[in-house]
């Protein structure tokens, strides 16, 4: 998969988005950022808001955000992104990324990973 300036700059701008939907407990715009399959999983922007609040606690409420170079997992662009966590604990958010139909881009998930 070939990856445009123009996708780096609107996946990066759709992530950003979606954190400050977080920081500002808005759970119908971060739902929006999510793919269908991610809203399909969770049902309702509340569900979803619960999980990343229970599960995501650096994505929820990050201290500071660094974003790192894009890379390919499995075919599909992911976004590193480093995170503080509120706590101070550094953590890497691996945002997997779906296109829509309209060419759009969506949130299809992350994994945290230790930073060492």
Do not use: C, H
């Amino acid at each position: 998969m070939q990856i445009t300036e123009n996708d780096r700059s609107e996946i990066r701008s759709i992530i950003e988005s979606q954190l400050i939907a977080f920081q500002n407990d808005d759970a119908e715009a971060a739902f929006a950022f999510a793919s269908p399959g991610i809203q399909a999983q969770f049902k309702t922007p509340a569900l979803f808001m619960q999980m990343v609040k229970t599960a995501y606690k650096a994505v929820y409420r990050p201290r500071s955000v660094i974003f790192e170079e894009m890379t390919i997992l499995q075919g599909l662009p992911a976004q590193p992104v480093l995170l503080m966590s509120a706590g101070g604990v550094p953590v890497r958010a691996l945002y997997m990324m779906e296109k829509q139909a309209d060419n759009s881009w969506r949130i299809n998930g992350y994994f945290l990973v230790p930073v060492e």
